[in-house]
């Protein structure tokens, strides 16, 4: 695989749920790349398609037409096991709810991709150790969620998809159910995370502060990317109306 290969590659993407004059198309044509180590934000008003195109490079879902690659292989040509696969050893996934096991340590919840991957106890054991401690919660290992606070949560639940070692992060809303000031802290540890381990992130946001922290911003409508380019080339153009 060249270096320049895009992790991402959206070729003309089309998702169109329903029939008739009940038709959507969630995204329309929709042509995306996203190289090695970028940290880039998916914005637009609600129904604009981002939350599609997330759910498309996380390969939950796929294109009615055109094509996605991921490191210059055809998703589209992997059956289901091999998709699972895909989304096991390369994706980590960040939500918006933490998405935690309740009474559960914060150990025990980092390791359960490990789990699924087959790691002996004692290698799950110190992998989720050593993520913990890159998000600032060595010494909370054993607290479960009740006993963290929301942006500890959300730090619990990055290290869960560090963990795995992943090529790309998918975040989606990672500050929607914070405060300013633990909204900050948790994009500051992702935009370190994106320099320190040269993991690429796709986040989608509606919050334009936050968005300030990615390399490049996305805007989508009704399906389209209408521009791309840096926090303040999108946000001027916003702003001017034009």
């Known amino acids: 695989m060249a270096d320049d290969t895009p992790v991402i590659d959206l070729r003309d993407v089309t998702k169109i749920y329903g029939h008739g004059e009940a038709e959507v198309r969630a995204m ?5 790349t ?8 998916l914005m637009g008003p609600s129904g604009s398609g981002k939350s599609t195109a997330m759910n498309m490079i996380g390969c939950l879902d796929s294109p009615t037409s055109g094509d996605y690659l991921f490191n210059g292989v055809h998703v589209g040509a992997l059956d289901q096991t091999q998709r699972a696969l895909l989304r096991r050893n390369y994706l980590g996934f960040v939500f918006q709810g933490f998405n935690l096991l309740a009474r559960t340590s914060a150990l025990d919840n980092v390791e359960l991709p490990l789990i699924y991957k087959g790691l002996p106890a004692a290698e799950r054991r110190e992998q989720a150790l050593d993520a913990l401690d890159k998000v600032g919660l060595k010494g909370r290992e054993h607290h479960d969620p ?4 929301g942006g500890q949560q959300q730090r619990v639940a990055i290290a869960r998809a560090l963990v795995g070692d992943p090529q790309l992060i998918l975040a989606d809303e ?3 159910n914070l405060d300013t000031k633990r909204s900050l802290e948790i994009m ?4 370190k995370l994106n320099a320190d381990e040269k993991i690429t992130i796709v986040m989608v946001t509606h919050e334009e502060d936050m968005a300030a922290f990615a390399h490049r911003v996305i805007w989508m409508v009704d399906g389209r990317v209408e521009r791309s380019g840096s926090h303040d080339e999108v946000f001027n153009h916003e702003r001017r109306g034009s």
């Open 28 to 32: 329309d044509g929709v042509n995306l």
């Open 34 to 41: 996203v190289a090695p180590g970028e940290f880039v934000a």
């Open 146 to 149: 009740s006993e963290l606070s």
């Open 174 to 176: 990672p500050t929607g």
């Open 188 to 191: 500051e540890l992702l935009d």
